[in-house]
T-cell receptor, first 112, second 110 residues
Framework: ETGVTQTPRHLVMGMTNKKSLKCEQHLGHNAMYWYKQSAKKPLELMFV???????ENNSVPSRFSPECPNSSHLFLHLHTLQPEDSALYLC???????????FGDGTRLSIL | QKEVEQNSGPLSVPEGAIASLNCTYS??????FFWYRQYSGKSPELIMF????GDKEDGRFTAQLNKASQYVSLLIRDSQPSDSATYLCAVNINTDKLIFGTGTRLQVFP
């Protein structure tokens, strides 16, 4: 139990579907992150939110749309994804930018 | 040059030996350094973090940081088969941005 909960754990969707990934942290942290992990590649930072304000958008395609309604919740809205978007999507949180990040269990996403 | 570099391995060590995992980074201004362990199919789990030059010990794990040479290492003493995993080095390059290496796969054999 890391204090960061992601749902769903697995998601299979077609390229024309719209779905959302959810992340909730129970650690009282101020920053939340979305990462993408593909096979044979390092973890790729997608988005960073600090105190509910987006501070980093790492050149992510617009078919990924983040939302941070409060400091405990983070969403990643997905629409018209491509097969190369199949990956493990990880949410993390930290107290501050230079503090350790704690990861959720991830959502395994498969695009048909 | 990659921002954070690790040897992908696998690094094979016998049970009870010391495993030494190394990581180099490109940004001299980096201030925070982290080691994560990731089992196959699981999410990364924080093992150690270090901010200052020198050694930091926690149980069987020791993190070593040398900012002048721009490397950080992780030593695992008395390695166990349960330590077999991929170890990710992560470095804060600038505000809010944590850059991960590709990871080193460690295999501890009985």
């Amino acid at each position: 139990e890391t204090g960061v909960t992601q749902t769903p754990r697995h998601l299979v969707m077609g390229m024309t579907n719209k779905k959302s990934l959810k992340c909730e942290q129970h650690l009282g942290h101020n920053a939340m992150y979305w990462y993408k992990q593909s096979a044979k590649k390092p973890l790729e930072l997608m988005f960073v939110y600090s105190l509910e304000e987006r501070v980093e958008n790492n050149s992510v395609p617009s078919r990924f749309s983040p939302e941070c309604p409060n400091s405990s919740h983070l969403f990643l809205h997905l629409h018209t994804l491509q097969p190369e978007d199949s990956a493990l999507y990880l949410c993390a949180s930290s107290q501050d930018w230079n503090q350790p990040q704690h990861f959720g269990d991830g959502t395994r996403l498969s695009i048909l | 040059q990659k921002e954070v570099e690790q040897n992908s391995g696998p690094l094979s060590v016998p049970e009870g030996a010391i495993a030494s995992l190394n990581c180099t980074y490109s940004d001299r201004g980096s201030q925070s350094f982290f080691w994560y362990r990731q089992y196959s199919g699981k999410s990364p789990e924080l093992i150690m973090f270090i901010y200052s030059n020198g050694d930091k010990e926690d149980g069987r794990f020791t993190a070593q940081l040398n900012k002048a040479s721009q490397y950080v290492s992780l030593l695992i003493r008395d390695s166990q088969p349960s330590d077999s995993a991929t170890y990710l080095c992560a470095v804060n390059i600038n505000t809010d941005k944590l850059i991960f290496g590709t990871g080193t796969r460690l295999q501890v054999f009985p």
